[in-house]
């Protein structure tokens, strides 16, 4: 290598160090201008896919990414392990920052209130297998509440069975609630622990959606008798609200109740005698006479 080709060699290293050094200066200098303008740079917690609204979130469904500190948004998250097996309370979209606002630890009583509509109200219900439907009803299903209940008194004393409540909304079976995430935490002294309760049927009560004066006929009826109350299940698609009869023991055994008819007797009618009419006498003229 001669000596003109080493210093071309050597300027063409140095251009190249030098064209490093502006680009270095370049993105410094723009990178203090977005520092002044939008603040430094912060971790913060991010929706890596799509989160549905009571779906529990995962370590995959997370990222950490650097935002501006002017882009943060309050209550976000610098730690994924804060948001890991919490329940979105609405959709997150990918990218979307993860708040503490949007999710939540799964309990008993999350969102109760939240399911009763407007001007109805939440009652609990007692049930068994025999009258809570085998307990195979669950949050959401819509049911019949039928009551059995006595007449009368003495001699006179009936049961009879009458729906009183048709297409009432189930909000709760337990502790599980309509639209609540399907388990429940446990802590038994320093563990913790998670019971899926999907497939629990140890409840023992059921919380259904009435209006106020429907409320007031359910816990009259429960501060009487409140084993008389069951439950009959509907189709999803079933809103009808029909009328429907009571029935007794005489309309269970496909009979009539007796009507006592009161039968009068009535004598014939007396026909006075009609005289008798006379034959009219002709004469006869002549040697003959009338004998």
Same mark, same amino acid.
């Given at each position: 290598m001669n000596q003109n080709e080493t210093r071309t060699l050597w300027i063409s290293v140095f251009s190249a160090i030098f064209a490093v050094f502006l680009l270095y200066s370049y993105t410094q200098e723009k990178s203090a201008e977005l520092t002044k303008k939008f603040g +430094?740079?912060?971790? #913060?917690?991010? +929706?890596?896919?799509?989160?549905?609204?009571?779906? *529990?979130?995962?370590? @995959?469904?997370?990222?950490?990414?650097?935002?501006?500190?002017s882009y943060l948004e309050p209550e976000h998250l610098a730690d994924p392990e804060d948001a890991v097996g919490l329940v979105a309370l609405a959709p997150i979209k990918a990218g979307e920052q993860i708040l503490r606002s949007k999710i939540m630890e799964p309990g008993p009583v999350t969102g109760l209130a939240m399911q009763v509509a407007p001007s109805k109200r939440a009652v609990t219900i007692p049930i068994d297998d025999m009258r809570g439907v085998?307990?195979?009803?669950?949050?959401?299903?819509? #049911?019949?509440?039928?009551?059995?209940?006595? &007449?009368?008194?003495? +001699?006179?004393?009936?049961? !009879?069975?009458?729906? &009183?409540?048709?297409?009432? #909304?189930?909000?709760?079976?337990?502790?599980?609630?309509?639209? !609540?995430?399907?388990?429940?935490? !446990?802590?038994?002294?320093?563990?913790?622990?998670?019971? /899926? &309760?999907?497939?629990?049927? @140890?409840? /023992?009560?059921v919380t259904v959606e009435a209006s106020p004066v429907q409320a007031q006929n359910l816990i009259y009826i429960l501060s009487t008798s409140p084993g008389s109350l069951f439950? *009959?299940?509907?189709?999803? @698609?079933?809103? +009808?609200?029909?009328?429907?009869? @009571?029935?007794?023991?005489?309309?269970v055994l496909g009979q009539v109740a007796p009507q006592k008819v009161r039968e009068t007797v009535r004598e014939p009618a007396r026909v006075a005698p009609q005289p008798v009419p006379q034959q009219k006498k002709t004469r006869r003229s002549g040697p003959f006479k009338d004998i």
């Open positions: +430094a740079q912060k971790k #913060v917690v991010v +929706a890596k896919a799509d989160i549905n609204e009571m779906q *529990t979130i995962d370590v @995959s469904m997370l990222e950490l990414v650097s935002k501006p500190v085998a307990k195979l009803i669950k949050p959401g299903d819509r #049911v019949d509440v039928v009551a059995a209940v006595d &007449i009368g008194k003495g +001699a006179n004393q009936r049961r !009879e069975i009458k729906t &009183i409540l048709q297409d009432v #909304v189930i909000l709760a079976t337990g502790v599980r609630v309509v639209n !609540e995430l399907p388990r429940l935490f !446990e802590k038994q002294g320093r563990d913790e622990y998670i019971r /899926n &309760i999907r497939d629990d049927l @140890s409840f /023992n009560s439950l *009959t299940l509907r189709h999803p @698609s079933d809103h +009808a609200d029909r009328p429907i009869p @009571s029935s007794d023991l005489q309309t």
